[in-house]
């Protein structure tokens, strides 16, 4: 069984005084992958840029450059995909026992078998054990982290037993943090976004030797019953793609305490935010700048997204 | 001298002294001694003595050169420190080293290509991926990304000591933006200068083959089909330490110095913004880390780069050298793994061994550095070559333990590396000559450590070796020119005596590729020369006014009702108007360091010290002379290096006037320039300073007038001169002349005019006794053939717009030339209103003047258009 959805991401730029150039990256459209299919996918943005390109970046997802050369007060960077998803999530008592330790050991050592990788797939292991701009590996997240990693315990089981602490210990709070939050700070205030838990996740996982990556793209946020779904409510989603030996890169999203499945959209993979932003860029204005306005739509193909 | 000798012993090539048993050796092997064996004439060689004038004669060249290296936010700029006794090398030994170094930069470019490629290497049995994929310089946005021409690697510079065998080892590579090789060309030109005796025997190898390689290897880079590669150096501004090596490397090559702002990416181009529109870009020389190259793709908020510049060379029109993401070689943990790769790569060994080097992301290796901590020195994997280096043998029990525990917790992010050279650590602790903080052996003070950086470039099938190098020696174990260092030239012996041996050593430039022709430069340096210009003739007019001041006030301030002390006071008015807080503060160029505060002595003294010597006041003619210097250094490329020795002369005869001033000063705690206000003491000793001054002033018009080609620079050098003077002699008349006055005092107040607008021979001929004012305005505003006159200034000043692309503010000048031609000198000299004001004159010169001001702010207008600031996207985390 698959599930067809129709796919906006809409960012708006209103800005006091005019801007004269505007140079951007987006990494807002959907990768082609075991369990999705993108049937049609586009960015467009408005002023209409004098040179585009549309690449392909390190970690494999389609990137669109832009420069927009007309000057503008206003800038809107609109996703529009359609999008078949067939993702089953993995029951969590099926997933491979293998203990957390022999991972890390195998990932650190180079063996090749535990792993379950080749020896170019390992550079990709050992990219993700390490710390990047927004994971920092220290001992604040060491202690919170601590009672979850007990001797021989799968990693299956560390997976789900992150996310369900994060879920559950945490608060989640739009507005509470920024880019520049730390984990630190994080676990100080007890409260966060998406972005921040799949970074408290990564942190946990690489303190321990354990490979994982951040994973930016979209949730479908089902409506209470009875009531209209909150259409451009919904915002970027972020979770974490763990790797597990015999399983793969397992995506499981601490935010909602559960495995990816087939409500899910994955844009791209990175070592962190930095890595896959939906959007940045860099303006030219004798002006301050504006704060965007951000409206995603994942819906059910055929209904009528906004506008 | 004995330091200078011990110096030179760090790195010549070894001779064993059996005549010297007892010389004083570090470590133990062959002793290095300075070796003039290859004199002819053993009578040549350089006593103590000669090498002590050398260094005198040296710095005052590199004074006089503007050589400096970093800055000081109090004593501006620092000077480039070289002893001139140069390190010796012989050929056979060099030419073993020069193989060794292509070999070395053939194995980096490979680890290059596949570190950003195919990724083969990146194997435990090889090159551990952590080392790559765990260091900041591992560029992801520039994956996969190619350079035309079949290498990544173009320019790299290798560090090498000298270890206890007299053998080369290398102690890190250079690899995101060598920097020196402009210093080293600096060097060699001084050092034949000031050792001219013995380097005109030498058998020097030359240094200019290198720069020539370079030239061709910019161009053999360029975008596929572009025949005439436009070439530009991207430097990181006025501000950084090694300014002036960037500066001089964009001159010898005759590639236009450009910043960040001044390049801008359209259709996936690179452009060059140019006074008549955007020029393409084939070729970007940077002298900026790669990480700030793209603020877009790269570092977000960095002003130092262009947004798009990773997209431009991603679509192939534009090569970056060295290419983005190059410095990932940079990182020490690699020297432990080169002898496995140059099998690997190359099927050979290594032939430059490198100091011994263990990554501790590597288990045994861990294990090995944290048993020897105390013998080696532990350097963070992640920084650059050197930086960061802890001294394992200078910590204490708690901090090895503290080391240890970060080494733990990150091993990956350490390496450890044996300290090579004749000044490397004893096993014992207690032996002599180990720490930091020890004297080497008593008695014998000298360098601790000398390190010799050598550069190549790739240029055809392989790369050149400079022939000789920067030689840095330090009384540390760290050998930085940000701490200090002493550089030396490092002369390479030939074994043949070269037929060309006295023929200077010049990097060809103009001869093999002449700049463009036309523009070439961009709106900033249009603007940093025009007021260059302005400031060189600011400053002029200063002087000239403050010389004729100070003469008159000794003459006559003791009689202040007299013609003459009457004469003084209109004198001294017309001079403190120019510090007048009020005056158009679009006159100051560039925003002030210090606050602006005009100074004149409260007691209605002059401040005639302050106004010579204070450089923190608008006004003043050392403010104008430091902005004279400020504006030339930011266009170093576009002027002769002769322009820098009169501006030296300037800053010096100031210095020393200052220091003179501080040490008569009567408290000798504070040094307040204006508070001397005893009136017979004020102005002593600043007529002959302000004859030195207005010479080094003169000579700077000279070479601007003799020495520059007449280009589109030159253009706006001179407008800025001539909007300058006419405006200065348009304010001195309307403050002079407006007001009648008896005749006594007038004629000594047109006198004095006539002498500060360089006029007054001319008009003492012209009239003899019989000038008065009407005279005067005649030959300062309507003879054309007085180049002191206001009519000549417009005439220039017009001639010089017209050669300028882009509109000109003609009618304002058109406007100024019918003013003129209006003017009537008798009728404005005798319409006088009844409070004795010439009231026509003052009507006229008040209407030239505004325009005069108007057309410089649409000068500027036109043609300096700076580029709008660029801020970064606010990110859409949580929106």
């Given at each position: 069984m698959s599930r067809a959805y129709d796919l906006v991401h809409r960012t708006t730029y209103e800005y006091p005084q005019p801007v004269t150039d505007s140079y951007g990256r987006t990494t807002i459209t959907p990768r082609d992958l075991p369990g999705q299919t993108v049937h049609e996918t586009a960015v467009v943005v408005d002023p209409a840029p004098a040179d585009t390109a549309t690449y392909v970046d390190y970690f494999g997802n389609r990137t669109t450059f832009f420069g927009v050369t007309t000057p503008h007060t206003r800038l809107v960077v609109t996703s529009r995909s359609s999008v078949e998803v067939s993702r089953v999530a993995p029951d969590p008592d099926t997933l491979p026992t293998v203990a957390w330790e022999d991972v890390a050991r195998a990932v650190a050592d180079g063996a090749l078998e535990v792993a379950a990788v080749d020896e170019q797939a390992l550079v990709g292991l050992r990219e993700a054990v390490l710390p990047s701009t927004h994971v920092r590996l220290v001992d604040e997240v060491r202690a919170w982290a601590e009672p979850t990693f007990t001797p021989g315990r799968p990693l299956a089981a560390v997976l789900v037993d992150l996310a369900h602490r994060i879920r559950t210990e945490l608060t989640y709070r739009s507005g509470s943090t920024t880019v520049h939050t730390t984990q630190a700070q994080l676990l100080a205030q007890g409260a966060g976004v998406c972005q921040d838990f799949a970074h408290l996740m990564i942190a946990a996982l690489r303190l321990h030797g354990l490979p994982a990556r951040y994973t930016s793209g979209y949730i479908e946020t089902r409506p209470p019953a009875g009531r209209e779904k909150l259409r451009g409510a919904d915002a970027s989603h972020a979770w974490v793609s763990a790797w597990l030996p015999g399983a793969g890169w397992v995506e499981i999203d601490p935010t909602n305490d559960q495995l990816v499945d087939d409500r899910y959209v994955l844009l791209g993979w990175g070592r962190d935010y930095g890595d896959v932003p939906p959007l940045r860029g860099v303006i030219f204005t004798e002006g301050s700048g504006a704060h965007p306005t951000v409206a995603v739509d994942l819906v059910p193909a055929g209904s009528v997204p906004f506008e | 001298m004995g330091q200078t000798l011990r110096v030179t012993d760090l790195l010549s090539s070894p001779r064993p002294r059996l005549d010297q048993p007892s010389a004083p050796a570090v470590g133990d092997g062959p002793v290095h001694a300075p070796d003039w064996s290859w004199l002819t004439d053993p009578a040549d060689e350089p006593t103590p003595a000669d090498l002590a004038r050398a260094r005198d004669a040296s710095d005052l060249l590199l004074a006089e050169h503007g050589v400096t290296y970093g800055t000081d936010q109090l004593d501006g700029a620092r000077p480039w420190l070289l002893d001139p006794a140069p390190v010796i090398v012989d050929e056979p030994e060099w030419s073993r080293l020069d193989a060794a170094l292509v070999q070395r930069a053939e194995l980096l470019d490979a680890v290059l290509q596949d570190v950003y490629g195919a990724r083969r290497l990146l194997t435990d049995d090889l090159l551990p991926p952590t080392v790559v994929l765990g260091h900041p310089g591992f560029l992801r946005a520039v994956d996969g990304l190619r350079m035309p021409g079949g290498r990544e690697l173009v320019l790299t510079a290798t560090d090498l000591v000298r270890d206890t065998d007299g053998g080369w080892c290398a102690v890190g590579d250079r690899t995101q933006a060598p920097s020196g090789a402009g210093y080293a060309m600096e060097d060699r030109r001084v050092v034949a200068q000031v050792m001219a005796g013995v380097y005109r025997q030498a058998p020097i190898q030359r240094l200019g083959p290198f720069f020539q390689a370079m030239r061709l290897a910019l161009r053999d880079v360029a975008p596929g089909g572009v025949e005439q590669p436009h070439v530009v150096l991207l430097t990181s501004g006025p501000a950084s330490e090694t300014a002036f090596d960037q500066a001089y490397l964009a001159s010898m090559l005759g590639l236009p110095l450009v910043e960040g702002s001044d390049l801008l990416v359209r259709e996936g181009r690179v452009w060059m913004r140019g006074l008549d529109g955007l020029e393409r870009v084939d070729v970007v020389l940077r002298r900026v880390d790669a990480e700030w190259c793209d603020p877009l793709d790269l570092r977000t908020g960095s002003r130092l780069g262009v947004p798009g510049l990773v997209r431009a060379v991603r679509h192939g029109n534009v090569s970056i050298v060295n290419p983005l993401g190059s410095s990932v070689l940079e990182s020490p943990a690699l020297l432990a793994y080169l002898p496995r790769l140059a099998r690997t790569v190359l099927d050979q060994d290594l032939a430059l061994p490198s100091a011994p080097t263990w990554w501790c992301g590597d288990a045994t290796a861990r294990q090995h550095v944290l048993t020897r901590m105390t013998d080696l020195v532990l350097l963070p994997a992640t920084r650059g070559t050197g930086a960061g280096a802890v001294l394992g043998w200078t910590l204490s029990h708690r901090e090895r333990a503290e080391l240890a525990a970060r080494v733990e917790a990150e091993p990956w992010a350490w390496v450890g590396q044996e300290a090579v050279g004749p000044a490397g650590p004893v096993v014992d602790e207690t032996a002599v000559g180990v720490g930091s903080e020890q004297p080497a052996a008593a008695g014998t003070p000298g360098p601790r450590a000398a390190v010799l950086r050598t550069y190549a470039v790739g240029h055809g099938s392989s790369y050149t070796v400079m022939a000789g190098g920067l030689a840095r020696v330090a009384d540390d174990h760290v050998v930085s020119s940000a701490t200090g260092a002493t550089a030396k030239d490092v002369w390479v012996l030939a074994a043949h005596a070269d037929?060309?041996?006295?023929a200077p050593d010049e990097a060809p430039t103009e001869l093999v590729s002449p700049r463009r022709p036309a523009t070439g430069i961009s709106p900033r340096t249009a603007e940093n020369l025009y007021w260059m210009g302005r400031y060189a003739e600011r400053a002029e007019d200063q002087v000239r006014v403050l010389r004729v001041v100070v003469d008159r006030w000794d003459d006559f301030h003791r009689r202040p009702a007299s013609a003459g002390g009457r004469a003084l006071t209109v004198l001294i008015d017309a001079l403190t108007a120019d510090v007048d807080p009020t005056a158009p503060a679009a006159d100051e160029h560039h925003a002030s360091l210090f606050g602006d505060h005009p100074r004149t002595?409260?007691?209605?003294?002059?401040a005639f010290r302050a106004l010579v010597l204070d450089p923190t006041t608008p006004g003043t003619v050392a403010r104008s002379v430091r902005r004279l210097a400020a504006a030339a250094a930011a266009v170093r490329d576009q002027?002769?290096?002769?322009?820098f020795i009169p501006l030296a002369r300037i800053e010096r005869a100031l210095r020393d006037e200052r220091a003179r001033s501080r040490s008569r000063?009567?408290?000798?705690?504070?040094?307040?320039?204006?508070?001397?206000?005893?009136a017979q003491t004020v102005t002593v000793g600043l007529r002959p300073a302000l004859d030195r001054v207005l010479e080094g002033l003169l000579a700077v018009a000279g070479i601007s007038a003799e020495g520059l080609v007449r280009d589109v620079g030159w253009q706006f050098l001179d407008a800025g001169r001539r909007v300058e003077r006419a405006q200065h002699l348009v304010e001195s008349l309307l403050a002079t002349l407006v007001d009648r006055r008896p005749r006594g005092v007038e004629r000594l107040v047109v006198d004095s005019v006539l002498l500060t607008q360089e006029s007054a021979i001319t008009f003492r001929r012209r009239y003899q006794s019989d000038g008065g004012v009407a005279e005067v305005l005649d030959l300062l505003l309507l003879d054309p053939s007085n180049p002191r006159s206001l009519r000549y200034q417009v005439q220039r000043l017009r001639e010089d717009l017209v050669a300028v692309p882009g509109p000109t503010p003609t009618h304002l000048l058109s406007d100024v030339v019918d003013l003129l031609t209006e003017l009537d000198p008798a009728t404005a000299a005798t319409t006088?209103?009844?409070?004795?004001?010439r009231t026509r004159l003052a009507e006229t010169l008040d209407s030239i003047l505004w325009r005069l001001r108007a057309a410089s702010d649409e000068i500027e207008r036109q043609h300096f258009v700076r580029p709008v600031p660029s801020r970064p996207l606010e990110d859409a985390w949580d929106a």
């Open positions: - | 037929t060309d041996a006295a002595a409260g007691d209605g003294t002059p002027l002769s290096t002769d322009t000063s009567r408290s000798a705690e504070t040094l307040d320039l204006g508070a001397t206000t005893d006088v209103s009844d409070d004795g004001r």
